[in-house]
């Protein structure tokens, strides 16, 4: 059963358009990449799956629901949720304070305080550094703070923007593992934007890649990691 669906997604930015008629699916408890080199449209696409671009033709389908026409604060209230490529944390906050501030939707104080306490035996660095200031992380660190803040809304579809950006590779590894755990513990649905092939194809059952705007192909990633020569698609 697909989670979501985007059928020919048409979007850009003023009067650029950067999508071509793009078209996929997430199914519920998938992991999937979307892949492309640098401009191809992935984290447009993303944006415009988030509500923070408008579609200007095309459907979003949440859950059989079409989402085009609300706002991104009503599609988080449905159950999506997005972590920026930018590493988005409140600098003056500590760990803790921001970690409350992403389960901001949640009305339940227990909730809440359950859900951090997942985040912190997913993510023990944050546990570690619960009381430090955010600005005062590590980069990888605060990219890590980003995704727990994310997941304080125990969304169902977890939109990841590039989460390997700028880090090095132990981090990378770490947080591809954490993604996969979420995955199988919590049947988090996840579509994941990722320019570190290997490790992308690692986790994701099936891959859409993208040029100039256009999904060209779709394949699992088993059958792209088999590949000899992968790299020829980018």
Excluded: C
């Excluded at 991104?72 to 997005?82: E, F, H, K, N, Q």
Aim: glycine letters at 10%; hydrophobic letters at 45%; charged letters at 20%.
């Amino acid at each position: 059963m697909s989670l979501l669906e985007v059928r020919d997604l048409v979007t850009g930015y003023g009067r650029k358009q950067v999508t071509f008629d793009v078209s996929l699916r997430v199914d519920v408890g998938e992991i999937v990449a979307l892949m492309g080199h640098n401009g191809a449209g992935k984290t447009t696409t993303l944006k415009a799956i988030a509500g923070l671009l408008s579609a200007w033709s095309g459907q979003i389908v949440l859950d059989g629901e079409p989402i085009g026409h609300i706002s991104s604060a009503v599609r988080v209230r449905r159950g999506l949720s997005l972590v920026p490529q930018e590493r988005f944390v409140f600098a003056d906050l500590t760990v803790a304070e921001n970690l409350e501030l992403g389960g901001f939707s949640v009305v339940d104080s227990n909730a809440v305080a359950g859900q951090r306490d997942k985040v912190f035996a997913l993510l023990p660095i944050l546990a570690d550094r619960r009381k430090q200031l955010a600005g005062t992380l590590s980069g990888g660190e605060q990219r890590m703070l980003s995704l727990g803040m994310a997941l304080m809304r125990q969304p169902r579809l977890l939109l990841l923007d590039e989460p390997s950006l700028g880090l090095a590779p132990l981090l990378v590894e770490r947080i591809m593992q954490t993604v996969q755990e979420i995955t199988r513990r919590d049947n988090l649905t996840v579509l994941l934007v990722e320019q570190n092939v290997r490790h992308a194809l690692a986790i994701a059952g099936r891959v859409y890649v993208m040029r100039t705007g256009r999904v060209f192909l779709e394949e699992t990633g088993a059958a792209m990691a088999a590949r000899g020569q992968w790299w020829d698609l980018f």
